[in-house]
C-alpha cells in the first residue's frame, strides 16, 4: 500500500502535516518521535493509534510485533513495572521506532485491550432477520455464550484484571474499558431486541433498557465468578444463560 496518504497527528505540536506511507523515515523522523502517530486517513483507531488500513504489510506486522511485546510485559511484570526501553528490547525495536508507533505507554494499553476485546466481539454475523421468538432467544444465547466464554478465557480475564486496576488511577482507560466491553455488548444486545419489537416479536419500547437488563445478570458471573474470584475461572453453563435470557423474554413478550 505503499503510497496511501496518511496523517501525522500532533500530539504536542503546531499543526498537523502529511505525508505518504512508505515516506523515508529520515524525513520525518524528528516529527514523528517527538510528538506525532501515524494515523491512516480517514481509518483512525478509536485513540489515534496506528491501524492497518492505509499502512503497508510491514508496518502493519511491525506495530503487531510491539503490542505483542508490551503486552507479554505488562501481564509478566505489571503495567507500572514495565518501561518504554524493556518494551523496545523485547520487541527488538529502537525507542525511535517505538516512539513512532506508540507515542506512550498508555497508547499501547489501551490499544491491546481495545484490540483483544475487537478479537472478542469479531466473528458476530450481520443482523439476521427474524421471523419468531425462537429465533430471538437463538441468538441471543448465541452471542451470550461466545462473550462469556471468550471474556473468561485465561488470557482475557488477565488483560482485564490489569487494565481495570489501572483504571483507578488512569481515567482515560476508563473510556477505554467502557468503549470496549460493555457497550459494544449492549450494542449488540440492543439490536437484536430492537429489530424483534419492530417486527412485533416482543414489546420492547426501550431496546436499550431490555438490554442493559439482559446484559446486567450475565456480566454478574463474568465479574464475581471471573474478573474478582480467586479461584478457577469458570463460564456461566448453558442452563444459566437460558434462565437469563427467559426471563427477560417474559418480561417483553407480546400479550394477546
Known amino acids: 500500500m505503499a503510497g496511501t496518504p496518511v496523517v501525522i497527528w500532533p500530539r504536542e505540536g503546531p499543526g498537523v502535516t502529511s505525508v505518504t506511507a512508505g515516506t523515508p523515515r529520515a524525513a520525518t523522523s524528528r516529527q514523528l518521535v517527538s510528538w506525532a502517530v501515524v494515523l491512516a486517513r480517514d481509518q483512525t483507531g478509536p485513540y489515534g493509534l ?14 503487531e510485533q510491539i503490542a505483542s511485546a508490551a ?3 505488562f501481564l509478566e511484570q505489571g503495567y507500572a513495572g514495565t518501561s518504554m526501553d524493556a518494551v523496545a528490547t523485547e520487541a527488538g525495536v529502537s525507542k ?8 506512550a505507554k498508555l497508547d499501547l494499553l489501551r490499544s491491546i485491550f481495545d484490540e483483544e476485546m475487537t478479537a472478542i466481539a ?9 421471523h419468531t421468538v425462537d429465533d430471538l432467544r437463538n441468538l441471543l444465547l448465541g452471542f451470550a455464550a461466545r462473550l462469556t466464554n471468550n471474556l473468561l478465557h485465561p488470557d482475557a480475564v488477565s488483560l482485564v484484571r490489569l487494565t481495570l486496576g489501572e483504571a483507578f488511577r488512569i481515567p482515560e482507560l476508563r473510556e477505554t474499558i467502557r468503549n470496549a466491553l460493555p457497550v459494544r455488548a449492549l450494542h449488540r444486545f440492543g439490536s437484536l431486541i430492537a429489530a424483534a419489537d419492530a417486527q ?4 420492547a419500547p426501550d431496546p436499550d433498557l431490555t438490554a442493559r437488563m439482559l446484559l446486567g445478570p450475565i456480566m454478574t458471573y463474568v465479574a464475581i465468578d471471573g474478573f474478582l474470584t480467586a479461584g478457577d475461572v469458570v463460564p456461566p453453563s448453558p ?6 435470557v427467559d426471563h427477560v423474554l417474559a418480561m417483553v413478550a407480546v400479550t394477546p
Open 50 to 63: 496506528i491501524v492497518g488500513t492505509g499502512l503497508t504489510t510491514r508496518q502493519v506486522a511491525k506495530r
Open 71 to 73: 503486552r507479554r510485559l
Open 96 to 103: 525511535q521506532t517505538l516512539y513512532v508507533y506508540f507515542p
Open 122 to 130: 469479531s466473528g458476530e454475523p450481520a443482523l439476521p432477520q427474524l
Open 200 to 203: 412485533g416479536l416482543i414489546s
Open 239 to 244: 442452563e444459566q444463560l437460558e434462565r437469563i
